[in-house]
């Protein structure tokens, strides 16, 4: 028998990043990003949150932690930890992760077959295909990204992590004094990556008929540009 008990806001919270890094992880493996180590795994949550408003979805959070590692999400840990207990992610190279603060791990994460099979029936909401789509075009720029500059196979997890660190929203964020990164000031609801987004579908808008995904990977064509003068 279901309960009738009221789903408290904070649990609410847990399960939708319990669900957003599900997917997360399930469309960087669908492109073809194989390797998602934990620092990937973030470094792509940031991005997926500075940009999130550009399909207008709501982002879960408006700041990240700053590590040496680079943003950290300690609830999206969590959720990674949940998914790992309940054999919808496996985990390999499994190693402590030194923290001061929380019990952390690292290692390389990826998809079971159960995991699949939740994925898919998450995806069945119309809120969760607009969160898995939006999940997919930004692996699928990532990667399209990679093959034009014909980064060599052996190479395209370093060349990923240097193309994520210049996201136009965290220089802006690393660029500020504090413990946290943040992704939107108080009030605003727009970042400097939607704000990028936005001039790049306007110029491609002019000679060309596009779609979001085109602007995602001409974005992330810049930030491999970016990285490689960096």
Same mark, same amino acid.
């Given at each position: 028998?279901?309960?009738?008990?009221? /789903? /408290?806001?904070?649990?609410?919270?847990?399960?939708?990043?319990?669900?957003?890094?599900?997917?997360?992880?399930?469309?960087?493996?669908?492109?073809?990003?194989?390797?998602?180590?934990?620092?990937?795994? &973030?470094?792509?949550?940031?991005? *997926?949150?500075?940009?999130?408003?550009?399909?207008?979805?709501?982002?879960?959070?408006?700041?990240?932690?700053?590590?040496?590692?680079?943003?950290?999400?300690?609830?999206? &840990?969590?959720?990674?930890? &949940?998914?790992?207990?309940?054999?919808?992610?496996?985990?390999?190279?499994?190693?402590?992760?030194?923290?001061?603060?929380?019990?952390?791990?690292?290692?390389?994460?990826?998809?079971?077959?159960?995991?699949?099979?939740?994925?898919?029936?998450?995806?069945?909401?119309?809120?969760?295909?607009?969160?898995?789509?939006?999940?997919?075009?930004?692996?699928?720029?990532? =990667?399209?990204?990679?093959?034009?500059?014909?980064?060599?196979?052996?190479?395209?997890?370093? *060349?990923?992590?240097?193309? /994520? =660190?210049?996201?136009?929203?965290?220089?802006?964020?690393?660029?500020?004094?504090?413990?946290?990164?943040?992704?939107?000031?108080?009030?605003?609801? *727009?970042?400097?990556?939607?704000?990028?987004?936005?001039?790049?579908?306007?110029?491609?808008?002019?000679?060309?008929?596009?779609?979001?995904?085109?602007?995602?990977?001409?974005?992330?064509?810049? /930030?491999?540009?970016?990285?490689?003068?960096?």
């Amino acid at each position: 028998m279901l309960s009738d008990k009221a /789903l /408290l806001k904070r649990d609410y919270e847990k399960l939708q990043f319990v669900r957003w890094v599900l997917f997360l992880i399930t469309a960087a493996e669908s492109a073809g990003l194989s390797s998602l180590s934990r620092a990937r795994l &973030h470094a792509l949550l940031f991005m *997926s949150f500075a940009s999130a408003r550009f399909y207008g979805l709501q982002p879960l959070r408006q700041r990240a932690q700053r590590t040496p590692h680079g943003p950290y999400y300690r609830a999206a &840990h969590l959720a990674l930890g &949940h998914l790992v207990f309940a054999d919808l992610v496996f985990v390999s190279d499994f190693k402590a992760h030194p923290s001061p603060k929380d019990l952390q791990f690292d290692g390389i994460f990826k998809l079971t077959k159960n995991g699949l099979q939740v994925s898919r029936v998450l995806r069945q909401t119309d809120m969760g295909m607009r969160i898995y789509n939006f999940l997919l075009d930004i692996c699928l720029a990532a =990667v399209q990204a990679l093959e034009a500059e014909g980064v060599p196979e052996e190479q395209e997890g370093q *060349s990923l992590d240097q193309m /994520l =660190v210049q996201d136009l929203t965290y220089v802006s964020a690393l660029n500020r004094p504090g413990e946290m990164l943040l992704i939107e000031e108080d009030g605003s609801e *727009s970042t400097p990556t939607v704000e990028g987004l936005k001039k790049i579908q306007f110029m491609l808008s002019q000679n060309f008929f596009i779609n979001r995904k085109d602007v995602l990977s001409a974005y992330q064509s810049i /930030l491999r540009a970016r990285a490689e003068v960096a």
